[in-house]
């Protein structure tokens, strides 16, 4: 285990037996829910895990490297985008996915921009969110997430 | 039969995956096997990190105090509205679905379109558990620079929304106000499945399906006659615990 992890356990660990301390059931009663939660989204997360595989083996690092290495491409980033806007996966799970392509070679840019439209952009919810808050609102605030993801996806290239 | 049917029906993409295995394994076996090798590095560090986000995830759901966080993001609460919405949304759990009820409520008791859309896009984009499992497979370097830029641009767009959308624009709220007799009611749509509100009052509500139900109703007029004022308690405290306000009592609104 690295560091880094091993500091979150031992963070996280203390501030759990703090709370079961502090306040038993509360804390029981919150971990129920959280694992409730995960299990809603074990299914996702195995079967990308195991995906994972399938496309660093199909996908041999050349590939990968040809179609998405130039932190330049603003098509390829665009493409990244949309796919992250019409796909529904948790954000848990995209993370060890968007790691697999940028240790396989790909360039963070459009990385970037797939992890951040998937999470806010959302045309899959779109309907769910007129609903509540009107086409405007909604209109608005997904066109702005969009465009705010490239130029954050961009600036990234720049500065990593 | 009919249980494989459904789990296959909400399992579609594990199903979908275990299939290409397993045409793999008749007929290109080491193929199946080098997938395998390569998942595996990522099985094991998932499992690394899982169960701490999990705690994580429940410590904050225990601890963050979300009322007095909502309690300053009302009308006029200016920048500092602002950073209470970047709180809340940090310290949430669930998809950005599960943030639509939530702004609805809190839209209601005043707070300003700015301060919804940096609700909104804090709660989709950077909750703090999940920056942990982004550090851990994109590196710490990556994280912290990503989060720095995306804080920037989610105040900028609450300030354009701001300035496009007026309050006027938004649809009402849809809650029928005639009713006398308050009855439950769980919009299936925002449900995560938690199982908090079947843990507080499990003789009102019940999980089915990944998404909970109302099994019996708590009607105001009985509880006044004969039964026992503790119920309606816990049945109110299962509506202020449901972590995407999913559930409602028709008029007499919790929130």
């Given at each position: 285990m690295d560091v880094f992890t091993l500091a979150f356990w031992i963070i996280t660990?203390?501030?759990?037996?703090?709370?079961?301390?502090?306040?038993?059931?509360?804390?029981?009663?919150?971990?129920?829910?959280?694992?409730?939660?995960?299990?809603?989204?074990?299914?996702?997360?195995?079967?990308?895990?195991?995906?994972?595989?399938?496309?660093?083996?199909f996908l041999p690092p050349e590939t990968i490297k040809q179609y998405a290495g130039q932190s330049n491409?603003?098509?390829?980033?665009?493409?990244?985008?949309?796919?992250?806007?019409?796909?529904?996966?948790?954000?848990?799970?995209?993370?060890?996915?968007?790691?697999s392509l940028v240790n396989a070679g790909a360039s963070i840019v459009p990385v970037v921009a797939f992890l951040t439209t998937l999470t806010m952009v959302g045309i899959v919810t779109f309907p769910l969110e007129k609903k509540e808050f009107g086409t405007k609102f909604t209109l608005i605030r997904n066109s702005l997430s969009f465009i705010f993801a490239i130029s954050i996806a961009l600036i990234m290239g720049v500065i990593l | 039969m009919s249980k494989v049917i459904q789990f296959s029906r909400?399992?579609?993409?594990?199903?979908?995956?275990?299939?290409?295995?397993?045409?793999?394994?008749?007929?290109?076996?080491?193929?199946?096997?080098?997938?395998?090798?390569?998942?595996?590095?990522?099985?094991?560090e998932m499992l690394m990190i899982m169960p701490v986000i999990?705690?994580?995830?429940?410590?904050?759901?225990?601890?963050?105090?979300?009322?007095?966080?909502?309690?300053?993001?009302?009308?006029?609460?200016?920048?500092?509205?602002?950073?209470?919405?970047?709180?809340?949304?940090s310290f949430s759990a669930g998809p950005i679905y599960a943030a639509f009820p939530v702004c609805k409520a809190l839209l209601?008791?005043?707070?300003?379109?700015?301060?919804?859309?940096?609700?909104?896009?804090?709660?989709?984009?950077?909750?703090?558990?999940?920056?942990?499992?982004?550090?851990?497979?994109?590196?710490?370097?990556?994280?912290?620079?990503?989060?720095?830029?995306?804080?920037?641009?989610?105040?900028?767009?609450?300030?354009?929304?701001?300035?496009?959308?007026?309050?006027?624009?938004?649809?009402?709220?849809?809650?029928?106000?005639?009713?006398?007799?308050d009855t439950l009611n769980i919009s299936s749509e925002y449900c995560i499945g938690c199982g908090l509100c079947a843990k507080i009052a499990p003789e009102y509500f019940k999980v089915e399906n990944k998404k909970a139900k109302v099994i019996k109703q708590c009607i105001k007029q009985d509880i006044k006659q004969d039964i026992k004022q503790g119920e309606m308690k816990i049945v109110n405290e299962a509506i202020e615990k449901c972590p995407s306000k999913a559930i409602n009592q028709n008029k007499q609104v919790n929130f």
């Open positions: 660990l203390i501030w759990f037996i703090g709370s079961i301390i502090k306040d038993k059931k509360k804390t029981i009663d919150s971990v129920k829910m959280s694992s409730g939660m995960m299990k809603h989204i074990a299914g996702e997360i195995v079967a990308i895990l195991f995906l994972i595989g399938l496309i660093l083996t491409s603003i098509v390829t980033t665009i493409v990244f985008a949309l796919v992250g806007c019409i796909t529904l996966i948790p954000a848990f799970v995209a993370f060890p996915l968007a790691g | 909400r399992n579609k993409l594990l199903i979908l995956v275990a299939l290409s295995y397993i045409l793999l394994s008749i007929f290109m076996p080491d193929k199946a096997v080098q997938s395998l090798k390569n998942s595996l590095y990522y099985i094991k999990l705690l994580l995830t429940a410590l904050i759901t225990a601890w963050v105090p979300k009322k007095a966080i909502e309690k300053n993001l009302g009308k006029d609460s200016g920048i500092k509205g602002s950073i209470f919405s970047f709180l809340l949304g209601s008791k005043g707070a300003s379109i700015s301060n919804i859309v940096i609700l909104l896009s804090t709660w989709a984009v950077i909750k703090v558990p999940m920056l942990l499992n982004e550090a851990k497979f994109l590196g710490p370097k990556f994280m912290i620079v990503r989060w720095i830029l995306t804080t920037i641009a989610i105040f900028i767009m609450g300030y354009v929304t701001s300035k496009l959308v007026k309050k006027e624009d938004l649809p009402l709220d849809d809650i029928k106000e005639n009713s006398s007799v």
